[in-house]
């Protein structure tokens, strides 16, 4: 089984993005990207209604570092590093089975651009090569067909299909799971 040790947080740095910890200074954009219809589209939740849900939230992602539960990242661009566009994170994680979730949102002002691709590569390389994750998972809404491709790109396979396993207002959606081994993760760069 794995022992995983999240703190101190780790930065990870791509050629246009760094990842940080999310911090109480972000609530206002983490509400905006948390809240904005663009994104929820297919996240199927409903979105928070005030400041105060995010800032609980943040107190969420704090502890799940101290309890090495989940780690989340600020996706955020280099020489803008104050100014949080994304997040990208690790959840869910299994220890005695060696896997994690991954799970990301982005700011449709930066979609389009490749920047969620270098930020998911990024943590899953850190899932892999940090953590010692032999699998990372991804449960995505089957018809958020830009979210599937950014997976595949990556090398996440389809292993799961579930009709109607998730009840969200007022109506059953499907789910469907992509997994990544460590062995596929591509040598350098997004395929």
């Known amino acids: 089984m794995l022992n995983f040790q999240l703190l101190p947080f780790p930065e990870l740095r791509t050629p246009r993005l760094l990842l940080r910890r999310i911090v109480a200074a972000d609530a206002p954009a983490l ?6 219809a663009q994104v929820l ?8 209604t005030a400041l105060s ?13 101290t309890t ?11 020489g803008e590093e104050a100014q949080l566009v994304g997040t990208c994170g690790l959840w869910r994680l299994i220890p005695e089975h060696h896997r994690a979730e991954i799970g990301y949102m982005l700011l449709p002002s930066a979609w389009g651009a490749g920047l969620m691709a270098e930020a998911v590569e990024a943590v899953c390389r850190y899932g892999f090569e940090q953590l010692h994750l032999h699998s990372i998972e991804a449960n995505v809404n089957p018809h ?25 207002r007022g109506q059953f959606l499907d789910s469907a799971i992509y997994s990544l081994l460590a062995s596929g993760l591509p040598a350098s760069g997004p395929r």
């Open 41 to 48: 589209t297919y996240l199927d939740r409903d979105p928070e």
């Open 144 to 168: 958020n067909a830009a979210s599937i491709r950014l997976l595949e790109r990556l090398g996440f396979v389809r292993e799961a299909y579930f009709r109607e396993n998730y009840y969200c």
């Open 53 to 65: 849900e995010i800032e609980a939230f943040i107190g969420r992602l704090d502890e799940a570092l």
């Open 68 to 78: 090495n539960s989940g780690i989340n990242w600020a996706v955020t661009r280099v």
């Open 31 to 36: 509400f905006a990207l948390r809240t904005d």
